[in-house]
């Protein structure tokens, strides 16, 4: 019997910041630093795994898992076959929130826009878009606060990003937009919120804090 040589591809360890609170490690292609092969790991203050799973030739491959910083399973997603296999059930007591801007009855089934990867995995991106306009080294940060604002459409489309600023100290409010181009394919895709099975337009509000290097990170 003949059998096709395989010949492995030889990989490396390499660790990243991805917010001043969540860091990741992978192997990467020895050849090719840029392009993740194997095994992925994503940690929340450098001691909660928020997110495992598995590249393939840089593509993220069969089922990852996603978890909360207290460590419990919040999604598992199969992207082989592009099928969420668990989601948890809503958690208020996190700084995200989900609006749709229609009445609802008693009687409705709503379900709430999710974003593959959780909250502190799949945010991720729109949480290191923005930085603030204004030098922050003479500037208490913690005077701040910040709301990202993500619409999402019916199709499960990122519509809009929009970023809320305000200081009661420095007499600072201002709202900034981002065109939403500037995220990839793979960012500008949701799984919409449903009213009674059908697909409906709805708002992800995520309230962050400003760093001291100005950004923006989870609380």
Known sequence: ???PECFAQETIERNNRLTDSVTETFQALKLNKDIKQGVYRALFKRKTLIATGN???????GIWNFYKPDSKLVQRFNYD??????????????????????????TDTIT???KIGGIYYGLIPYITAFQVPFDTFEINTD???????????????????????????????QVFSLDV?????????????????KPILSRIIIKCFVTSKGKLDFY
Do not use: C, W
């Open 55 to 61: 590249y393939t030739n840089g593509k993220k491959t």
């Open 1 to 3: 019997m003949y059998l």
């Open 81 to 106: 076959k592009n099928e969420l296999i668990f989601e948890s059930a809503l958690d208020t007591l996190y700084d995200v929130h989900y609006l749709i801007d229609q009445k609802i009855e008693e």
């Open 112 to 114: 709430r826009p999710l």
């Open 143 to 173: 005077e701040f606060d910040a709301v990202i604002e993500l619409l999402i459409s019916p199709l499960g489309r990122l519509a809009d990003y929009k970023i809320h600023i305000v200081s009661e100290y420095y007499k600072y409010k």
């Open 181 to 197: 181009n500037l995220f990839s394919e793979e960012n500008r895709q949701f799984i919409p919120a449903t009213l009674n099975g």
